[in-house]
């Protein structure tokens, strides 16, 4: 890790729904200044992608608007996962960076399916779309074979962006580690599907999340209107990110909820043994290269599609209406997001039907809850539980983990940092604070109404 602190970190934050750009103060980690803006997929052709033109721009023009004010003397990047970036010889994209939504066609799924190493040797379950990024690179090799002919390097997300400031290519394993199927954790290097692919000769050098690429392009600084240089570091995976303070700070046994777009929860100190591929269990890998435990479902996305439309009411109105909806036995099945998590075979539906928008928006958290709690299962987390991103907000949410863990459930309390945001500038050499407070699960009880939601998932209605 750099022992150096900077006085600022301005961090590129891009993820699936939407991108920002912060700037951190060095010693404390607090936000000093964001912008952001949507992360549009284009429809194609020649098939979903990602607008990195537009997002470009925007990150052109966030850091050129921080240049004086606040000012900041190091970037870092964090990124989601399941991306990659195709350039070709002059370090140009050969091909659009694809959208991981984009469904593929049987005959390209079962392809790749006979293509793709096992669970034992990559640690990365079988996963629908582009969610196993090697899939993505299938896809776009055997189906656009003369665009794919071009490429000449291959680079995670992360790091695209940072060639774009740098000119430098390199991968990264935290990206590299996120279900891809490219990574084997055990052995620490690519997995044999590079050679399945016939890919191992385009894949940038691996350098470590902490190192710095280099100093921003001379052309990239004329046109942000920087007089020096600043490093641009490697940078990370963002849940990856959201991980990162709390092993720099904290002893395990201990798990990190991630949320966003994503719940992805970390067992920290676990055990990979065990992990059951069917029900979206895998290793991620941390900045350190380290195998890390993981499971994960579409948390943030289900609990936006479910609560579309609503009001939101306050919180103390969300918990009174989630003591009733415990008691009437209203309850969400899953999935609202079908094809990943604990139970990726299920259709969603409503047992019961909400009264209020509180009471919807209430059901929709307890949802959310049971299905962390299911996750946090099936990877033996241990110890307290530290909640990062959008759900630290959501109080039925917490009570409710707390209660159906039996774990202390934490969150952030300076607020107004992402961990995303947090974690890439710790790469910078920002120390993270130990700024946790215990959530207390207060009367919530939820006991017989968890049973019922499993007792009914059991049955397979």
Known sequence: MNASRPRRVAVIDIGKTNAKVVVLDGEAGAEIAIRKTSNRVVAGPPYPHYDVEALWSFI????????????????????????????????????????????????????????????????????PGGLNLGAQLHYQKTTFPEAFARVGTILTYPQYWAFRLTGIAANEVTSLGCHTDLWNPGEGRYSTLLDRLGIGSLLAPVRSAFDVLGPMLPEVCEVIGLDTAVPVYCGIHDSNASLLPHLVVRQPPFSVVSTGTWVICFAVGGDP??????????????????AVPSARFMGGREFEILTQGVAEPSPEAVELAARAVIAKGVMVLPNAVEGSGPFPGRKGQWIGEPATDAERLAAASLYVAMMTAICLDLVKAAGPIIVEGPMTRNSAFLAALASITGRDVMIDTEGGVSGTALGAAVLAGVRPQKGHSTVVSSSLDIGSYVDRWRTTLASGV
């Open 273 to 290: 043994a065990g992990l059951d591929p069917a029900r979206d269990t895998l290793s991620n890998v941390d900045a350190f290269a380290r």
């Open 60 to 127: 052109l023009s966030a850091l050129a608007s921080f240049a004086e004010k606040p000012g900041y003397d190091a970037i870092s990047i964090t990124t989601h996962g399941a991306s990659a970036a195709l350039l070709d010889a002059e370090g140009q994209l050969a091909m659009p960076v694809l959208d991981y939504e984009h469904a593929y066609s049987a005959d390209v799924v079962s392809d790749y399916a006979a293509l793709r190493p096992a669970f034992s040797e990559t640690c990365s379950p079988a996963l």
